[in-house]
Every structure is written in C-alpha cells, then in structure tokens.
RNA sequence: GCCGACGUAGCUCAGUGGUAGAGCAACGGUUUCGUAAACCGUGGGUCGUGAGUUCAACUCUCACCGUCGGCUCCA
C-alpha cells in the first residue's frame, strides 16, 4: 500500500498572496489539465452524483475539491490514480470552446452542480465563459492547459483533506484530493525525494531527537517546553540578540504578563483582537488578562512621565512573552503556538525621525538574519488600505520612508498595495532556507493609531505637544517559530555558535578518564559547552551518539593523544586531526566569533 | 473551530474479540575497546481518557482529549 507523504512545503500563505500569478507556465498548465484528469477518473468511478467544485494548479501540484457522500477514504487515492494513468496512457485531447452563460448555467442546472452555478454567478456579465473537453469529461474552466492527457506524463495522488467551499468556514465542508504531477516520472521522483529530505528536516522530530523542546499535553496544546538543549541555544540567540540591540541603542524593559483588562481596551486589542486573547483572570474583582502583545506594557513605560523630543528615539525592548488563542486546527509544533515570545521592540521618535529609525531597524534585522546563515530575502512593503486611519500624507511620508530604508539596504522589495493594517504601513522580510522554503520572520510595522489612543506626547522644541510615531518591529518574529525555522534550516546541525553541545571529549578507555575531564575542564574554561563521555561504549558507540545528536566536534582521546598531550578533533563530516587543545580552543573560539 | 486520519513502553513500531510484543533507550553485570551502534541479564504499558456492547474489548460503538494533513493559491 502506497504512503501518503503530507505536502511538506508549507509557505506562508501570505507569500502566495503575493507572489505575481504564476506566469502560466508549462508546469501549471500541465497540472491544471491534470486537476481535470483527476475530475475525469473520479467521475468514472464514482459517477455523476459527485459534485464538482474546483479544480486548480497550486504551488506543488494540483488539487481537484469535491463533495462525496459517503467520503473519499484514502484508500480510495490509488484507484483514482490508476484510472488517471489510464487517461494519461490514452493520449487524450483537450479542447476548449465557448459557451454562452444561459447554455453554461442550464448545463449544470441539469447536471445538480451546485458548486458550479456558484462559480458561474461569481463571474462578472459579459465575461467570456468556456468549457474544456478531455475524454468524456467536459468542465467548465478558463483554460491553460496542455494539449494531451499524454503531456501530464507522470502524475501522483498525495492526501485527501477537508476544505470549506471558497475557504469560508460558512461554506460547506468540501474535500479536496491533492496531487502533483511532472513531464516526466524522474521529476516526480526527485519532487516525492524531495519530500522525503524535507520531512527528515521536520523541527518536531528533530526536536525529539535532539531532545530540544518538548509540548506536553497536560500542560495544553500550543505551549512550548525548552529542554536544556534547546534552552542553551535559546539564550545563545537571546545573548546576541541583545547585543545587538544594545549596539544600536535599545533599552531593555520588562514588562507583566498579565495586566488589567482596561490597558486592552484602551489600546483597542479587546475590541479588535479580543478573539484571539485569552480569557479574563478574576482577582479582587478586577479582570485581568494575558498579553496578547507587548506594545501597550511598553506605551505605559512611555507614558509614565512626560518626554521631550531630547528623549527621543526612545527604543524600548524586550523578549515579551505573550499569549494568543489560535485555534486548536492551526496549532504545529513550534512554528504556531499559542504561548509565543517575540524579539519585540517599539520605537517611539519624531516624524524627522521616522526614515532613520526604520533604516536602522531594516539594517539590524538584516544583520542578524544574515548571522543565522539566512542570505536570500524577499522584502514586502504593504501601504494604505482603503479603511486607514489617519492623514494620507502622514502614511505616504511613512512609505517613502520604508521604500528608502530598502533601498539604503541595497535590497529590492515588493509592493502590496492597500495591504497595510488601518493603522499604518509595514515592512516585511521573507528569508528562504537552505532547501528552498519561504518563511516570514522580520516585520517592521508603522503605528499610527496607538499613540493617539494612549494620548502620547512629547514636547518639542517650539515648547508645544507633539505626537510620537510608533514603531512596532520583531526581526526574528518569535524565539518559537524562529527555532523552528533554525533547526529546519539546519536539520539540527547547528553552527558551533549555536550547537547545544560544541564539542565533546571522548575517551577511548578508563585510563584517559582523567585527561578527557581535564581537557573538558580546559575548554570550558574556554566559554566552551562541552560533555564528557564517561559512558561505559566503544569508540564506535560513542562517536555513533554524538553524531547522532549533531555535535559539532568530538576529541577522542586515546592513549597516543594522552601521552602527547593532544586530542584528536573529529568534525561532524568525519575529517580527523591531531592538535594540542589550545590550537583547538583557538580554532573554534575563532569560529564561534565568526558565526560560521 | 470544521473535515478526514491517527493515538500500544521514553523513542520507532508489531499485534483484527480470548491473559500485551520487538528493536533502540533505561537499569545491573561482563568487556576497556582507536573513529557511525560489543555481549549477558533486569525492570518498564490503567493499550490517550471516560462511557457502552459482549461471557470476554488494545481490538467493536459513542463522547471527550491530543497529534497529523487541509480549510484565500479560485471557473
């Protein structure tokens, strides 16, 4: 029986929002006609009762969404795919002619297409309408296809999964069969391989493996346990983090977790927001709540005097910890949770100020992605939307700024348009991984709505009240779903910088007990994280778990290396090398320092 | 939340109505060993939770909890 691999290249949707339609290229052609094929063979075998929805090309593959009663089981996935083999084996034309909107609806009238009158009356008047022909299966469809089921050439059936119709949660519950096809088998082979390195990569896994974080179900779901492991690797990214911030003149602040409910109305959250909180917490009387953001702790600490323009840009940061109710559908490991702590920082400065504050964020963000190996970014300016609030000027001041920040960064960048929030206009950064995949981390957003609600002043120099502008930015997003992306990135080989444990001294026999603690005692003494392996195993053994566990080096030390004082160095790619352990110490203390 | 699948030891997984299994891990012992897994032994499971059907439930039914895939990529 054949495995069903998940579609494991999961993007952020908003990326696909915003990628510029696929140029319609032979591929997506080629899967939309198979989108129909896949229509076709489920027709054939389940008959006219089915009703068909859609059926379009998507990032990987196709899918075709259908409502069945009773439901498509999995195992009804390799005899609709054979039957779509048979079709492609048949050589198939497809054709596609025109067809008047009465002659459309009445067919489908005729045929009890709900979904298809619905697509039909979602097309504007006087729009051209066309149905495409393949074999026995005509459907209603725009076009782009290629010209034979043989042009499919190798095709496979991946998962069946619920989706509501036109993905409105009012809609019915559809299901949609999900496939990918290529020109040739060998494509396909090297996509489904593809798959297979991905899943390898899958942070929750190796997250158990290396024994990193852990979710543990009677804490609830979404809530995220650091182990020692990746509790080391936190603080490593915490460390820098801060150092970096502190180079370009951030504050650190702290601020609770839980306030009163009046901050969240006053800062709108409740209102707008407020599904996405938690509940409230009852004390004295008084209902208190969970952060679903650090912004307005850190407005207080503005507000909580007066502020001159000579206080400005006042830079306010903390690794905030706050809490969101996703829905329990959403939740996945690390990278959608429900307890989260964001890299947070809110800016407050003059309007002048504004260009170079965001040039100084986009940097900072850029610096720091860069150190975790990330180099290739998409950059996403989302401007005014039609419900903005505020003065038109203000936000076009405020999207020349972010246009400039990006082209001072040397960095080409996408525009959205109306894609902001009401409140102002953002910046976000895409970062793509080592195999490929997009994830959204930086973003880098304008607020023009809490320092009015919040009434912020500062005096300026004419003697007058002035508003701040505010600056809402994370750059690595959350430590969650930057760790999750991190250990994906690098399937869990972390740089030494990162590693858990950099280096891990291995002795041979009983008899170099001793000198490996020495040796330990001498790296960490060096700032190094290191283990010592007194377990009872054979080399073999040994070097099999800290290769497992992805340590960056391994000292074995025998008794050639005991009587001349060495260790010999193992990297994780299995070159070895003698060294006195101060070379070693350098080497990697310089290696650390490079990030590399 | 919704649709579907899944939930057996720490991990990976066998087990289709008749007293719960393997490998790895853990623990105890033997072995002291030169670059990816030595040998012997021991312990460990309310089979996610709760109800129900049955003489009998890991196995069948229902509910709940959790996990996984999907739910804006548009005829």
């Not at 009890?112 to 149905?131: N, R, V, W």
């Not at 246009?403 to 894609?419: M, S």
């Not at 607020?447 to 690595?476: C, K, S, W």
């Not at 740089?495 to 330990?520: K, M, R, S, T």
Request: hydrophobic letters at 40%; one cysteine or more.
């Amino acid at each position: 029986m054949a495995t069903y691999v998940m579609l494991a290249f999961k993007v952020d949707r908003r990326e696909c929002a915003k990628t510029p339609a696929m140029a319609v290229d032979d591929l997506a052609q080629l899967r939309h006609t198979a989108a129909h094929l896949l229509a076709h063979a489920v027709v054939d075998i389940f008959g006219d009762d089915v009703k068909l929805a859609i059926g379009p090309a998507i990032e990987n593959g196709f899918y075709y969404a259908f409502l069945k009663t009773p439901a498509f089981v999995p195992e009804d996935l390799p005899r609709i795919e054979a039957r779509m083999k048979e079709l492609i084996g048949e050589d198939l034309a497809m054709s596609g002619e025109p067809i008047s909107r009465d002659a459309a609806e009445k067919h489908y009238r005729d045929r009890d297409q709900p979904f298809k009158l619905d697509i039909l009356a979602g097309i504007p008047d006087g729009e051209p309408l066309s149905m495409y022909t393949i074999g026995a299966f005509t459907d209603l469809c725009r076009g782009g296809h290629v010209n034979s089921s043989k042009d499919v050439g190798a095709v496979k059936l991946m998962s069946i999964a619920g989706a509501y119709w036109r993905g409105d949660e009012h809609n019915p519950m559809l299901q949609r069969i999900y496939g990918t096809a290529f020109p040739e088998q060998a494509q396909l082979d090297e996509y489904l391989h593809r798959l297979e390195e991905a899943e390898k990569r899958d942070h929750r896994k190796i997250g158990r493996e290396l024994d990193l974080f852990s979710i543990e179900e009677q804490a609830g779901p979404g809530l995220v346990f650091w182990h020692p492991n990746g509790g080391r690797i936190r603080s490593v990214i915490e460390d820098f983090v801060r150092k970096q911030l502190r180079d370009r003149g951030y504050e650190p602040v702290y601020s609770p977790h839980v306030v009163h409910e009046d901050v969240f109305l006053t800062s709108g959250h409740l209102q707008s927001f407020g599904e996405s909180m938690f509940g409230p917490i009852d004390v004295e009387e008084q209902r208190y709540r969970l952060k679903p953001m650090n912004c307005p702790g850190h407005i207080l600490i503005y507000k909580s005097k007066p502020r001159s323009y000579r206080d400005l840009p006042l830079l306010l940061a903390e690794f905030g910890t706050v809490y969101r109710y996703e829905r329990s559908g959403t939740l996945h490991g690390l990278l959608r949770v429900r307890g989260l702590t964001q890299d947070d920082a809110h800016l407050f400065c003059t309007p002048d100020q504004l260009q170079g504050e965001y040039e100084n964020t986009v940097d900072a963000a850029l610096t720091m992605l860069r150190a975790f190996a990330f180099d290739d970014f998409r950059l996403f300016v989302s401007t005014r939307p039609t419900n903005a609030l505020g003065d038109p000027q203000v936000w076009e001041r405020a999207e020349a700024a972010i246009r400039n920040a990006c082209d001072h960064a040397g960095l080409a960048y996408e525009i959205d348009e109306g894609g902001g929030a009401f409140y102002g206009p953002k910046l976000d950064i895409m970062v793509r991984d080592a195999i490929g995949r997009e994830w959204q981390l930086s973003t880098v957003q304008v607020d023009f709505n809490l320092p009015g609600r919040f009434d912020l002043t500062y005096r300026g120099a004419d003697g007058e009240d002035h508003q701040p502008v505010m600056i809402h930015r994370a750059l690595l997003g959350s430590m969650e779903r930057f760790f999750g992306v991190l250990i994906e990135h690098f399937a869990g080989a972390f740089p030494v910088w990162l590693a858990p444990v950099q280096a891990a001294v291995v002795p041979i026999g009983e008899a170099q007990f001793d000198y490996a603690e020495e040796i330990g005692a001498r790296l960490r003494a060096a700032d190094l994280r290191v283990a010592v392996d007194r377990s009872n195993e054979r080399l073999q053994k040994k070097i099999a778990m800290h290769q497992a566990g992805k340590v960056p080096y391994m000292l074995v030390v025998g008794k050639s290396e005991l009587a001349s004082g060495e260790v010999n160095v193992r990297e994780r790619g299995g070159s070895q090398r003698a060294m006195k352990p101060d070379e070693f110490v350098a080497n990697v203390t310089a290696e650390i320092a490079a990030r590399t």
